[in-house]
């Protein structure tokens, strides 16, 4: 690789270089095991290698990227999503690093609007467990197999869907009085998981109510 590439950027050079054309022999590896398995593959940012694979094989190529000798694609950095608006499918992304051979690879996943469960990477990393649980709070992705698949950003209770969705309201879903009044009406349950409520002793409570408030000289009392 030598001159400006097509993104303008600079020349991938020294051990850049080196990672880049490992990663390459990676994607066609995976080309000639997986075949049809493989949708495509594309070169963003200059020398950033990412593959497309089909949904339903995601831990067979996970796993073999994981596992090869050759290739050991040991560290899961990321596991995220990515919704493009418009009904267009959102986009599950794996980000690998192989820390022996110092090379990383972008394995993504597309999944339909109305199709979105993938199966889980947690028997494979540890690492992915609230990395999906986020991807499921956060998008509405149902990792199959997840060993506690919940929310873990939002409430349990939160009704107003997935917040980084691009069909999420910017305000969300409720009028600002009726997420005043939910706000208002939260239960202990919504703000400590099972194990805090569980050390021997009730959680403090404390009891919301209306109070009459003294307006301006001779305007009366609001509530």
Request: glycine letters at 10%; charged letters at 25%; hydrophobic letters at 40%.
């Amino acid at each position: 690789m030598s001159g400006s590439n097509a993104s303008g950027r600079a020349p991938v050079t020294g051990a850049a270089l080196l990672a880049f054309e490992g990663a390459a022999l990676s994607v066609a590896a995976l080309q000639g095991k997986f075949g049809d398995a493989i949708l495509r593959h594309e070169v963003v940012a200059g020398d950033e290698h990412v593959i497309y694979v089909d949904p339903t094989r995601n831990l067979d190529v996970l796993g073999w990227l994981k596992t090869a000798p050759e290739h050991h694609f040991n560290f899961l950095s990321d596991v995220t999503a990515v919704d493009y608006g418009g009904g267009r499918d959102i986009q599950v992304v794996y980000q690998l690093f192989s820390i022996p051979h110092r090379r990383s690879l972008r394995v993504k996943a597309e999944l339909p609007l109305d199709g979105l469960e993938i199966d889980s990477a947690v028997p494979l990393w540890a690492c992915a467990n609230w990395l999906e649980r986020e991807v499921y709070d956060l998008f509405g992705v149902t990792f199959r197999g997840h060993p506690d698949l919940r929310r873990i950003l939002m409430p349990e209770n939160y009704a107003e869907g997935h917040p980084l969705r691009k069909d999420f309201p910017l305000r969300g879903r409720f009028s600002r009085a009726e997420q005043t009044e939910r706000a208002l009406m939260r239960a202990p349950e919504d703000d400590y998981i099972p194990s805090e409520l569980e050390v021997g002793r009730e959680p403090q409570v404390v009891e919301w109510q209306e109070t009459a408030v003294r307006g301006p000289a001779g305007g009366g009392s609001q509530s």
